[in-house]
């Protein structure tokens, strides 16, 4: 099969330094031996663009953005013009991306999620309660605020286009990988990673923006605690019908689970990403990884064939 990797580096994503021509050279050379391998920057929204990538058996979609157009509209583009691709749909990527929905899909699967807020709900916490305002769309990671209501930062508030709030959830941070099993035909759920702060503080989150964090691959929870995780992880990546990996962030406070947020495109470059990380800790190195998600991929196009009325 003729298998091409598409990425760009966009100036969108806050996670650019992830994917660049070291992160393909790596991906191309654990691409199994039998795919016939190709690569190309995304070029532009254009027919003879989607002429071009026609002309690949699937494109392993590692495009997290076009100049200011994000990962999403890349996957609208390609879903609009046919092109079958690794990538969740866009649909699927839609619906993860807007926080503000995340309740509801929580609920359908029975996890917690932290609340969203009002402004005048504010008051309604102790003035110890710490909250955060994160974008509705897009990266969770992206310009947060921290504050407490007796400090409500009204100003950078009004300046933020769409935003949330809720009461950050002080506990233990884990995040989730889901990836195709051997086949290609089911997800399965990795062992859950814990990130932890390096100075022991009690307000952070992963990534280096925010301060030093170090990941436990093997951290200590008790079983139901575990279950619950990796079942309701599982559970959500069906319920959004996510095309091949996800990565969730969780936290856990006083022995509840509370998901953060749905990455329904994980970044994959071997040396600073969650997902490839989880996945060769626990024997699962960077080809199969690949070839799982090529199947996986392939399997899903073959569904929605067989899925379309007469």
């Not at 298998?3 to 994917?19: A, K, V």
């Not at 769309?137 to 949330?164: A, C, T, V």
């Not at 233990?172 to 086949?183: G, H, L, M, S, W």
């Not at 095309?243 to 856990?252: A, L, N, Q």
Request: charged residues 20%; contains cysteine.
């Amino acid at each position: 099969m003729k298998l091409l990797y598409l990425y760009s580096d966009s100036d969108f994503t806050p996670w650019r330094e992830n994917i660049n021509a070291a992160t393909i050279a790596s991906l191309i050379q654990a691409t199994p031996d039998n795919v016939q391998t190709f690569v190309t920057h995304f070029v532009g929204f254009t027919a003879e663009f989607a002429d071009f990538l026609r002309q690949f058996d699937l494109i392993f979609n590692v495009c997290y953005g076009y100049g200011v157009a994000d990962q999403v509209e890349v996957v609208r583009w390609l879903d609009w013009h046919g092109i079958k691709h690794t990538a969740s749909s866009y649909s699927t990527q839609l619906l993860a991306m807007d926080k503000a929905l995340l309740p509801d899909m929580c609920m359908q699967v029975g996890v917690n999620t932290p609340r969203i807020l009002l402004p005048n709900e504010l008051f309604e916490f102790s003035s110890t309660t710490t909250f955060i305002a994160k974008h509705r769309y897009g990266s969770l990671h992206r310009n947060m605020l921290f504050f407490k209501k007796d400090n409500i930062p009204s100003q950078q508030l009004n300046s933020l286009e769409s935003y949330i709030i809720q009461p950050y959830i002080e506990g233990r941070e884990f995040t989730v990988a889901v990836i195709p099993d051997k086949n290609g035909l089911n997800p399965e759920c990795l062992p859950p990673l814990e990130i932890i702060p390096n100075d022991g503080r009690a307000i952070y989150v992963a990534g280096q923006n925010y301060g030093p964090t170090y990941k436990d691959f093997q951290p200590q929870l008790d079983e139901h605690l575990y279950d619950m995780m990796t079942e309701g992880v599982l559970e959500l990546h069906k319920l959004l019908e996510i095309k091949g990996m996800s990565r969730t962030d969780i936290r856990i406070a006083n022995d509840e689970v509370y998901i953060l947020d749905i990455n329904t495109m994980p970044n994959l470059d071997p040396q600073r990403s969650y997902l490839p990380a989880l996945a060769n800790h626990h024997r699962i190195q960077l080809r199969e990884l690949i070839e799982r998600t090529i199947k996986s991929a392939l399997i899903w196009y073959e569904r929605q064939l067989v899925q379309q009325p007469d």
